[in-house]
């Protein structure tokens, strides 16, 4: 026998195939023919001197030197992937994936990034969004997400990093200014809502002991979207006060009720336990820290 490797590809294919247990799906699952995959696995069996299926009417079996042969590939290739994972994530040149929902992104991370380009020119970030709490880290390279509330998947690391509130938000004089929490009937029908945070108004109206129905209004798919709708004059939303602070400030957004009671919004930052070996996370967190406590002088 050639004492050289035989094809990966062909190995490759014969793995999928057998764990499959059929060459028309394997075909599909390398994007190949089913032609394609029987030969790749014929010229195998013709460098190996043996046949590794029984064919027989469309169906396949392994046959015993073909599962022996099956038995010590089986996780070669998935090793295979696992250290190319790896050295992509030991990369020093890799930049570090960072997730969070598209409000966050534009109203808190996006007009303090300037501050950290100046100081870390060299430490290289990556800016994705979500629309979910249910973060892919592993299949999407994502290293970590700064989300609101924790999460109690075990697999990762929760770390609380600031604490904001929820408040009902509308364009100034959208409503007559005496107007307050119990009188839920003048504005009940013009609640803003977003998906991606569906249980804001119900928590806020829990916390302020307002009988109010909740499902009334205007849904939009992200917080964005909600905010502009109420910039707009279209409603109230229920709004995270750290990401509104420009909205405030230039008087496009407003508290809408005088009596109301702040419900707790925390925010944290979620990652797998192998993010502490970026290089470059060490440096991002102590960034990181440093705006919030200076948000919060």
């Known amino acids: 026998m050639d004492p050289r490797l035989p094809p990966l590809n062909a190995l490759r294919t014969f793995v999928m195939a057998a764990r499959i247990g059929s060459f028309v799906?394997?075909?599909?699952?390398?994007?190949?023919?089913?032609?394609?995959?029987?030969?790749?696995?014929?010229?195998?069996?013709?460098?190996?001197g043996c046949e590794l299926f029984h064919r027989m009417n469309r169906q396949i079996s392994l046959t015993r030197e073909g599962q022996i042969y099956v038995d010590s590939l089986a996780d070669v290739f998935d090793r295979i992937a696992l250290a190319t994972q790896n050295l992509a994530e030991q990369r020093a040149d890799r930049p570090l994936v960072i997730c969070a929902y598209p409000s966050f992104i534009v109203s808190w991370l996006i007009p303090r990034w300037s501050r950290y380009l100046q100081t870390h020119p060299d430490a290289q970030l990556r800016i994705v969004t979500t629309l979910s709490h249910d973060i892919p880290f592993e299949r999407k390279g994502i290293d970590l997400a700064i989300l609101s509330d924790s999460s109690d998947d075990p697999r990762y690391i929760s770390t609380r990093l600031f604490e904001t509130t929820l408040v009902p938000v509308c364009r100034p004089n959208y409503l007559p200014p005496d107007t307050l929490t119990g009188d839920a009937a003048d504005w009940q029908n013009a609640l803003l809502h977003c998906d991606t945070r569906p249980n804001d108004w119900v928590r806020w109206a829990q916390a302020n002991s307002v009988s109010v129905d909740t499902t009334r209004g205007q849904w939009f798919e992200n917080a964005s979207m909600m905010y502009e709708a109420a910039m707009s004059g279209l409603g109230i939303a229920i709004g995270i006060e750290e990401l509104l602070s420009r909205e405030f400030d230039t008087n496009r957004l407003a508290v809408?009720?005088?009596?109301?009671?702040?419900?707790?919004?925390?925010?944290?930052?979620?990652?797998?336990?192998?993010?502490?070996?970026?290089?470059?996370?060490?440096?991002?967190?102590?960034?990181l820290h440093s705006e919030v406590q200076a948000s919060s002088i």
């Open 256 to 287: 809408a009720f005088s009596d109301n009671v702040e419900v707790a919004c925390p925010f944290s930052v979620i990652r797998p336990s192998a993010t502490e070996n970026h290089p470059f996370f060490s440096i991002f967190m102590d960034w």
């Open 25 to 48: 799906k394997a075909a599909t699952e390398l994007s190949v023919t089913p032609a394609a995959v029987s030969r790749s696995i014929r010229s195998l069996e013709d460098y190996l």
